[in-house]
């Protein structure tokens, strides 16, 4: 597996499109427990090309801030020119490591959000360049099976999304091997229509007691829940609604996200 | 807009899409063929895909073709069948093991903007069970045997349901997970309207397209 099952991760969810996935990206804060996910819905729009997009936009963010990093690092008495704006450029930084004997070795981490329903090894074939893939906890055994082993040949993390599944372990009972992570889902329109309807926050545990899996919790999207949902030991948080549209306050809202991750982080150690 | 009086012959296009557009040139052109953009399609080449394919299956027909666009939406009912209907589809599918709630807006939002609403019984024991509960009804209601599940297990296509939802309801047949001419004549045989074939074409096009025009000739 490639998440860490020590940390705990935010999962953010791009499903309005390329432009302002882009945005998005660019403002998160710099962090390894940053997942992006490349939704379904902006899939179904732009392809597997959206993925690739994704994949590149995270990486320039990721990876430039990571050279920035391990440059001031290395030449720390070069940082004043770098703080003062100084355009030192990214390939003169990239040089001068390289002079040192250091390169970025950063990898942001995509989630392609395909959920697979059927023909597991083809759509986990069109798929290339991410970190991990989902499939439907309701799809036919088989399928989800087959899913796993191909994540799993493809050196990939599977995730199973239980939406609309009332007992995941009954699912996960009837598989071959276990996933790497399990999902706990309210979909968007069971949200809006039902507002009663609770993230199963209960279950987490029952998952996590029989099997060695991360879980991780989608369909809530204020700080409270994302709190809530680390409190109740869930590994992942996804996030949607807050960075569905775009807005100045994007970054604002990853940062603050993120600063109450870093708590959950400390408060669960 | 499709005739209940009809049978039809869906070819499901899941390869590149130069396979597509070398699959729909062997097709045989009529009303009674429609073409589905795949769900493994879309998720590769997006709704530009099913453009695409709308736009070659309209020329070869020399008029508007019927195109399905086979989204299996599990959420997000409004937003994936508004991206369907603006790429030129006339139908789009819509899991039966999605929330009611997602099933309930899916079918409004296609009636709305006039496609043909399709819910894809896949792993779904009971499909009356799920009918009951929507507000309205779909168009088309498919049953399905998966791509994995007919090749790792005997699970047999689920006639025996066609007739039990058509007692009931006033909708339309959809019998996907057969592949052979057999397999088909059965499905329409036992009063299925649709008859959904994918692998044949992808495995040996020249042989498919044969089996639609023993189609077109065969059943009426």
């Not at chain 1, 071959?176 to 229509?193: F, N, S, W």
């Not at chain 1, 030991?233 to 870093?262: C, G, M, N, P």
């Amino acid at each position: 597996m490639i998440l860490e099952r020590r940390k705990k991760y935010l999962q953010i969810a791009l499903n309005s499109d390329l432009i302002e996935a882009g945005k998005i990206i660019r403002n998160l804060p710099f962090s390894d427990q940053i997942i992006i996910e490349a939704g379904t819905p902006l899939i179904k729009t732009c392809g597997v090309r959206a993925i690739s997009r994704i994949k590149e936009i995270a990486l320039e963010r990721f990876s430039n801030e990571e050279i920035k990093r391990e440059y001031i690092k290395t030449f720390p008495s070069l940082m004043k020119f770098l703080v003062a704006g100084n355009s030192t450029s990214r390939q003169t930084m990239i040089d001068y490591l390289a002079k040192k004997g250091k390169s970025s070795s950063f990898e942001p981490y995509v989630v392609a959000d395909i959920k697979c329903n059927d023909l597991a090894r083809k759509e986990i074939a069109i798929i290339s360049g991410v970190q991990a893939a989902t499939c439907l906890g309701v799809a036919p055994i088989e399928t989800i099976d087959s899913f796993i082993e191909e994540c799993k040949h493809s050196h990939i993390d599977s995730m199973i999304d239980m939406m609309n599944v009332e007992n995941p372990l009954l699912v996960l009972k009837k598989l071959k091997q276990a996933p790497d992570v399990v999902i706990l889902h309210r979909g968007v329109d069971e949200t809006e229509i039902d507002k009663e309807k609770q993230i199963p926050y209960y279950q987490i545990r029952q998952i996590k007691g029989n099997y060695n899996v991360l879980v991780s919790i989608a369909g809530g999207d204020t700080i409270e829940e994302v709190e809530r949902a680390f409190f109740n030991d869930a590994d992942i948080v996804v996030v949607w609604k807050s960075f569905y549209r775009s807005t100045e306050e994007t970054a604002k809202l990853a940062q603050r996200f993120y600063e109450k991750l870093k708590i959950s982080v400390v408060s669960t150690a | 807009m499709l005739n209940k009086k009809l049978s039809y012959l869906q070819i499901a296009l899941n390869g590149t899409l130069s396979e597509a557009e070398g699959i729909i040139g062997l097709l045989p052109a009529s009303d009674r063929i429609l073409v589905e953009a795949g769900t493994s399609f879309i998720k590769a080449y997006g709704i530009q895909g099913i453009s695409i394919i709308d736009r070659l299956w309209s020329y070869k027909l020399g008029k508007k073709g019927y195109i399905v666009a086979d989204l299996k939406c599990m959420d997000r009912g409004f937003t994936e069948v508004i991206a369907a209907k603006e790429s030129g589809a006339q139908a789009a599918t819509c899991l039966g093991l999605a929330p009611i709630q997602t099933i309930d807006l899916f079918i409004e939002k296609c009636k709305e903007l006039n496609i043909d609403s399709m819910i894809d019984m896949m792993n779904v024991e009971f499909p009356f069970e799920i009918l009951e509960k929507l507000k309205q009804i779909p168009n088309i209601v498919v049953l399905h045997r998966g791509v994995e599940e007919s090749e790792m297990s005997n699970k047999e296509i689920p006639y025996l349901q066609i007739h039990k939802i058509l007692e009931t309801y006033n909708v339309l047949i959809s019998i996907a997970g057969g592949e052979t001419f057999k397999e088909v004549r059965g499905a329409i045989f036992n009063d299925a309207n649709i008859a959904v074939v994918w692998k044949a074409f992808s495995e040996n096009p020249l042989q498919t397209a044969k089996l639609a025009k023993t189609f077109l000739r065969e059943v009426r």
